[in-house]
């Protein structure tokens, strides 16, 4: 063996001893970090996993049926109502502000008079809490009392009865969402804006380039990645939607605006049955998984092309 290769391996063979030395150092700053993650996460989900594997009612017995509750549900014709209307809510309350945003961002990005207090005026909505948000629209969407059927009765059109229909009430909770969060998809995109470089559009401006045909071609692929960032953000944002809906309608009239969050709290928290109630979060993790894989993989396409 060469003089200089049996140095480095000396070295190396010494070094060995203060790296082990290190990691076991080391290893007690990473134990409060696990703690934590198995006390917060792990556990929570393991005792999940556990308790669905139960017929279980609060105050009652626990009796083994292993697969039993994830049979029931997947025969369960209200849970998989609520599974349709959740994804109806979803795709509705995402394509919505993020056209909205979109457009809003691309106004905003724009120099004009007082376009700093515009800025402030329009994040003002997702300032407000849920179920702030909630009441005050709760009180707009009065058949009787609400301004908002005021308003339609002074243009000539005729008052609808918003959440107080089966027709309506799930489009009309959309409403509210593209309201309350219509300013988070124009903060995302205004940040891609302001980070895009001019160079590309110069370059446009000289080719004879139209707006459009520069938006089409330069501003669109150049805030792809933020676009896709932005939509994954609202879709597990409006997945897990909650206090809502359920502050303005509790899931009805009827079961018009059952959520699987809503199906989920009634399960557990009205009927006690916590076991099937536990399946049901199962479920859910599974399909929020499944679509957040579909949302990370297109991202990573995006960022490839």
């Not at 134990?31 to 609060?58: C, E, G, K, N, Q």
């Not at 809003?104 to 376009?115: N, Q, V």
């Not at 049955?273 to 990573?300: D, E, H, K």
Request: with cysteine; aromatic share 14%.
């Amino acid at each position: 063996m060469p003089r200089d290769a049996a140095v480095l391996d000396g070295a190396g063979s010494a070094a060995l001893p203060r790296r082990r030395n290190y990691a076991r150092r080391y290893a007690w700053f990473v134990v409060p970090a696990a703690v934590v993650v198995i006390a917060v996460i792990v556990f929570p989900w393991a005792f999940t996993l556990y308790v669905s594997a139960f017929d279980w009612r609060l105050g009652g017995e626990r009796r083994w049926v292993g697969l039993g509750n994830y049979e029931t549900l997947f025969t369960d014709a209200r849970f998989g109502w609520a599974v349709v209307r959740t994804l109806a809510y979803t795709a509705l309350a995402v394509v919505a502000p993020m056209l909205l945003g979109l457009a809003a961002a691309l106004c905003f990005h724009r120099r004009f008079p007082l376009r700093g207090l515009a800025r402030t005026v329009f994040i003002l909505p997702m300032m407000a809490t849920p179920v702030a948000v909630a009441l005050v629209w709760t009180m707009m969407f009065h058949p009787q009392l609400g301004v908002l059927n005021w308003l339609l009765t002074q243009v000539g059109l005729p008052p609808s009865l918003w959440v107080y229909s089966a027709d309506t009430v799930i489009p009309t909770l959309v409403l509210v969402e593209v309201w309350h969060w219509t300013p988070l998809v124009m903060l995302l995109i205004l940040g891609g804006l302001a980070s895009l470089p001019i160079d590309p559009y110069e370059a446009a401006k000289i080719d004879g380039a139209s707006p459009w045909q520069a938006f089409r071609h330069i501003t669109l692929p150049l805030l792809a990645p933020f676009i896709v960032v932005a939509l994954i953000i609202r879709t597990i944002d409006a997945l897990k939607a909650f206090d809502t809906i359920y502050v303005i309608t509790q899931g009805g009239p009827g079961q018009a605006s059952e959520t699987i969050n809503i199906f989920l709290y009634l399960q557990a928290f009205a009927f006690y049955n916590v076991g099937y109630a536990s399946a049901v979060v199962v479920v859910f993790f599974a399909i929020i998984m499944l679509l957040a894989a579909l949302l990370l993989w297109t991202r990573q396409r995006v960022r490839v092309t």
